[in-house]
């Protein structure tokens, strides 16, 4: 039997097909979200004014500060490199999209293998 699996990222903002992962951090912490081209482009405007005058570089640790108002840490999602995953699902066949999120069955698998 055979089967294709089409994964589609959806805007996560207004639910229109996706272009791109964004990824960003903030306060130590990384977040990613899935936008349309043009979703995309009003974010990186709108932090322009701020990124023309932060460094680049700068600690990932959050300040002591903000460290004291969470209560957990936020993780990413899934703790495994996603180049080490699509090198994996290519390797056993899974059709996998070279950019965005991997699909939590793709994880689970890769993980499984003895993958991390």
């Not at 703790?79 to 069955?105: F, H, K, L, Y």
Request: net charge positive.
């Amino acid at each position: 039997m055979a089967q294709e699996v089409i994964v589609k990222l959806l805007d996560d903002l207004d639910g229109t097909e996706a272009a791109e992962t964004v990824m960003f951090g903030l306060d130590g912490e990384n977040y990613e979200i899935d936008l349309s081209d043009k979703n995309a482009a009003a974010l990186r405007k709108s932090l322009d004014r701020y990124l023309a005058s932060a460094r680049s570089g700068g600690s990932a640790r959050p300040s002591s500060a903000s460290r004291r108002t969470r209560s957990k840490p936020v993780r990413a999602r899934g703790d495994a490199d996603p180049r080490m995953v699509r090198a994996w699902a290519n390797e056993q066949g899974i059709e996998i999209s070279t950019r965005g999120r991997i699909p939590t069955e793709v994880l689970e698998r890769y993980k499984a293998s003895g993958g991390r």
